[in-house]
């Protein structure tokens, strides 16, 4: 990052060309699927996906059980394409069956989309059987992978899918600034003309890449060369495989710290990916989400509030460039700050009450 490098220049053109090829390998999407890369955060590649994919007279279907999937549902209603979803509780995984139904009972639908790993919870849907029931039914599947990609198999001949995005900055570890969508190369050379927005055009986006190996426009040079590093040092931690197993030791340091002090996960276990955990809020008068926050900021521990709607709750991310020494330390200032604050009783609320 600390390089000028020429947007237009060989070098620059030669490692973007490079970092293409490494994240559609990671799918196992090299024969298939093109990596068409974009400026912006996570979001602004999730919308080139909707508005490119599906043809304006389309019809989406959602699988919503957080955050991520009701924004896919709004950027479909703002680009004014026809959609529906299914929802599904917070702390459900979505139930690849009961999408099964809705394709054999409901023919307008053309695609599906669905968000692999939901940080609102940190729940894990099941992608490879969603995939399998939207192929049995002729749907391309467009999935959201912002959280999961680079950590959680993904990989497109057991998963089918026609689309996927993600980001440079969460598992893959690079800095923020670009997102990337995994497209099959036989559909999105169909999808001229779909895109309700220039800027936000995979297929136009992917013509320049083919033409020149350019970005269409001004590219986050800082932010290629430093995922072109980051996929280096993915390499030499052992890929998806090493990646995921460091990520589940945090998980497993942290989730066990947290128990001994009381706290409780919202997820079982076996719906939990090992990428953000989310506990519930103390019901302990004392406690308060503000001091928690800045006592464990002052420490140097930076968390999350919660995002759901089903419970008051906070969450404590387990990727980046940490380990159980780190975690171990997360853990060890959360006692501290709960001494802070006198709570010594860190079980949650009654739900519902
Ligand atoms: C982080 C994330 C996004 C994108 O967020 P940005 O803030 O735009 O980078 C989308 N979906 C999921 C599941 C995410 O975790």
């Given at each position: 990052m600390q390089r000028?490098w020429?947007?237009?220049?060989?070098e620059f053109?030669e490692m973007n060309s490079t970092v293409r090829a490494r994240l559609v390998a990671l799918a196992g999407a090299d024969?298939?699927?093109?990596c068409?890369p974009?400026?912006?955060s996570g979001?602004?590649?999730?919308?080139?996906?909707?508005?490119?994919?599906?043809?304006?007279?389309?019809?989406?279907?959602?699988?919503?059980?957080?955050?991520?999937?009701?924004?896919?549902?709004?950027?479909?209603?703002?680009?004014?394409?026809?959609?529906?979803?299914?929802?599904?509780?917070?702390?459900?995984?979505?139930?690849?069956?009961?999408?099964?139904?809705?394709?054999?009972?409901?023919?307008?639908?053309?695609?599906?989309?669905?968000?692999?790993c939901?940080?609102?919870?940190?729940?894990?849907?099941?992608?490879?059987?969603?995939?399998?029931?939207?192929?049995?039914?002729?749907?391309?599947?467009?999935?959201?992978a912002m959280s999961s990609f680079g950590a959680l198999p993904v990989d497109?001949?057991?998963?089918?899918?026609?689309?996927?995005?993600a980001s440079s900055n969460k598992c893959l570890e690079g800095v923020p600034g670009m997102g990337f969508?995994l497209?099959?190369?036989?559909?999105?050379?169909?999808?001229?003309?779909?895109?309700?927005?220039?800027?936000?055009?995979?297929?136009?986006?992917?013509?320049?890449?083919?033409?020149?190996?350019?970005?269409?426009?001004?590219p986050p040079t800082h932010v290629v060369a430093a995922l072109s590093q980051a996929l280096d040092e993915h390499a030499a931690e052992g890929g998806v495989r090493g990646r995921g197993a460091r990520y589940a030791r945090n998980h497993?340091v942290?989730?066990?710290?947290?128990?001994?002090?009381?706290?409780?996960?919202?997820?079982?276990?076996?719906?939990?990916a090992p990428v953000i955990?989310?506990?519930?809020?103390?019901?302990?008068?004392?406690?308060?989400?503000?001091?928690?926050?800045?006592?464990?900021?002052?420490?140097?521990?930076?968390?999350?509030?919660?995002?759901?709607?089903?419970?008051?709750?906070?969450?404590?991310g387990c990727i980046g460039r940490v380990g159980e020494v780190e975690m171990?330390?997360?853990?060890?200032?959360?006692?501290?700050?709960?001494?802070?604050?006198?709570?010594?009783?860190?079980?949650?609320?009654?739900?519902?009450?």
């Amino acid at each position: 990052m600390q390089r000028d490098w020429g947007s237009r220049d060989g070098e620059f053109v030669e490692m973007n060309s490079t970092v293409r090829a490494r994240l559609v390998a990671l799918a196992g999407a090299d024969g298939s699927h093109v990596c068409v890369p974009l400026q912006g955060s996570g979001t602004f590649s999730v919308e080139a996906m909707l508005g490119t994919v599906v043809p304006r007279a389309g019809k989406l279907l959602v699988l919503v059980n957080g955050a991520y999937g009701r924004r896919m549902v709004e950027m479909a209603l703002t680009m004014g394409r026809s959609v529906d979803a299914l929802e599904w509780a917070e702390d459900e995984p979505v139930d690849p069956d009961v999408l099964g139904r809705r394709l054999s009972a409901d023919t307008s639908v053309t695609h599906v989309a669905v968000v692999h790993c939901e940080t609102t919870s940190g729940i894990l849907n099941p992608l490879v059987e969603v995939a399998e029931v939207a192929a049995a039914h002729g749907r391309p599947l467009l999935v959201d992978a912002m959280s999961s990609f680079g950590a959680l198999p993904v990989d497109v001949r057991t998963a089918p899918f026609a689309a996927l995005a993600a980001s440079s900055n969460k598992c893959l570890e690079g800095v923020p600034g670009m997102g990337f969508v995994l497209v099959e190369r036989e559909l999105l050379a169909g999808c001229q003309g779909n895109a309700h927005s220039l800027s936000l055009d995979l297929h136009a986006q992917w013509r320049g890449f083919e033409g020149n190996g350019q970005w269409r426009f001004t590219p986050p040079t800082h932010v290629v060369a430093a995922l072109s590093q980051a996929l280096d040092e993915h390499a030499a931690e052992g890929g998806v495989r090493g990646r995921g197993a460091r990520y589940a030791r945090n998980h497993r340091v942290l989730v066990e710290g947290m128990e001994a002090l009381g706290f409780t996960c919202l997820l079982p276990r076996q719906v939990q990916a090992p990428v953000i955990t989310t506990f519930l809020t103390p019901a302990d008068p004392r406690f308060g989400f503000d001091r928690f926050y800045e006592g464990l900021s002052a420490r140097g521990f930076v968390i999350y509030p919660g995002k759901l709607t089903v419970a008051s709750s906070f969450r404590i991310g387990c990727i980046g460039r940490v380990g159980e020494v780190e975690m171990r330390a997360a853990v060890e200032a959360v006692r501290a700050v709960l001494a802070e604050m006198g709570v010594t009783d860190c079980s949650p609320a009654r739900r519902g009450a």
